[in-house]
């Protein structure tokens, strides 16, 4: 008994990682197919101890698949999808490609799990920072209404996938020995360096990746209404994004309330014990499932108490991506 799962790009940053996840969750697996281009078939992955054949995607892939999680890029997911729903196959796509249709819905369990009901076949992944802050944000939100969001993120390089971590490794090591580096995951170096720069910029300054913050946000809180500034940075981390939020609710909250409202609600973890140094950090959140929350004050450049100060980390590649896409095949 079980499901019959593929995962598409099971070799990239995130599916490897969609395959570790389906394991350590013990998801019920009859089959498992691993795709990924022709370059990794016949190449072999460990799924609970045996060896999984990589086969080459091909549009015939998804017959009899039930669940098909795909994390091989927009333009992949674009090609595939007629051939995954035609097969029957449910389709839940990390990409950005579907995210903004009005049929197909954007999850985050922990947010908004009642809308994966309306879905016609594909269930899309958000981005991984809008991901990893609705984990925090999503409990405060429901308590004291959310009214506007002003971020600074913090990103790793496994957003620009296995390649990208590479570059980051690889330009460490070029640097300390005095090497000519050669960026070409990221606009620049990436080594000893910070670039205000993801994805590509709109016409009003602000990148893709920071509209994604706005959009996706609105979508999954269901608050059309809702402001939400962002500034998204990539920083020389290997996997785990951290974001500095000010928040403002409609109605008061304190600090005590917000810690108390963190630490009741799923997938996110409270540290926030300053005097004990005990902050979130991208190293403690690498590996973890839950987003961990923090360093949560009242803002004080308002004279009301509806502003909050927190910061979050969360595993880019679990919650902002494999972890996530697998808590939705748990939910279907
Ligand atoms: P492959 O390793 O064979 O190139 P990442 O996000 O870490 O860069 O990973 C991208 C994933 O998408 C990889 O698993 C990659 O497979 C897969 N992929 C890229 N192009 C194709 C393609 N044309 N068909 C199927 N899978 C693809």
């Known amino acids: 008994n079980g499901f019959n799962v593929a995962v598409a790009g099971a070799t990239g940053a995130v599916g490897v990682e969609m395959v570790k996840t389906l394991e350590k969750r013990n998801f019920p697996v009859k089959n498992l197919k691993l795709l990924a281009s022709a370059r990794s078939a016949g190449k072999t992955m460990k799924f609970k101890g045996e060896d999984v054949v990589i086969e080459e995607m091909t549009h015939d892939s998804f017959k009899g698949v039930d669940i098909a999680l795909f994390s091989a890029g927009g333009d992949i997911s674009r090609e595939y999808r007629p051939f995954v729903v035609e097969s029957g196959a449910v389709m839940i796509d ?54 506007r969001i002003v971020a600074a993120t913090y990103q790793a390089a496994s957003g620009a996938g296995a390649k990208g971590m590479h570059e980051l490794i690889v330009q460490a090591r070029e640097v300390l020995d005095g090497k000519a580096v050669n960026p070409v995951a990221f606009a620049h170096q990436i080594a000893f360096n910070l670039i205000p720069h993801i994805d590509a910029f709109k016409e009003n300054g602000y990148t893709k990746e920071e509209l994604k913050m706005l959009n996706e946000s609105r979508k999954m809180l269901h608050l059309p209404e809702l402001l939400v500034s962002c500034t998204c940075v990539r920083i020389p981390v290997l996997r785990a994004h951290s974001e500095a939020l000010n928040l ?5 909250i304190t600090p005590e309330e917000a810690r108390a409202i963190i630490e009741a609600a799923p997938g996110v973890q409270l540290v926030d014990d300053p005097a004990d140094k005990r902050y979130p950090m991208p190293l403690d959140a690498t590996e973890k499932y839950d987003v961990l929350c923090g360093r949560i004050r009242q803002d004080i450049s308002r004279n009301d108490k509806r502003g909050l100060d927190i910061f979050v980390s969360g595993d880019q590649v679990l919650k902002g991506a494999a972890l996530n896409a697998v808590q939705i095949a748990e939910l279907l």
């Open 94 to 147: 990390n990409s950005s490609a579907f995210r903004m249709d009005d049929d197909v819905p954007l999850v985050v369990p922990e947010v908004n799990a009642e809308d994966i009901k309306l879905h016609k076949g594909v269930i899309a992944n958000p981005n991984c920072t809008t991901a990893i802050m609705l984990v925090a944000v999503a409990p405060l939100h429901r308590a004291k209404g959310l009214r």
């Open 248 to 252: 403002e609710f409609e109605n008061d």
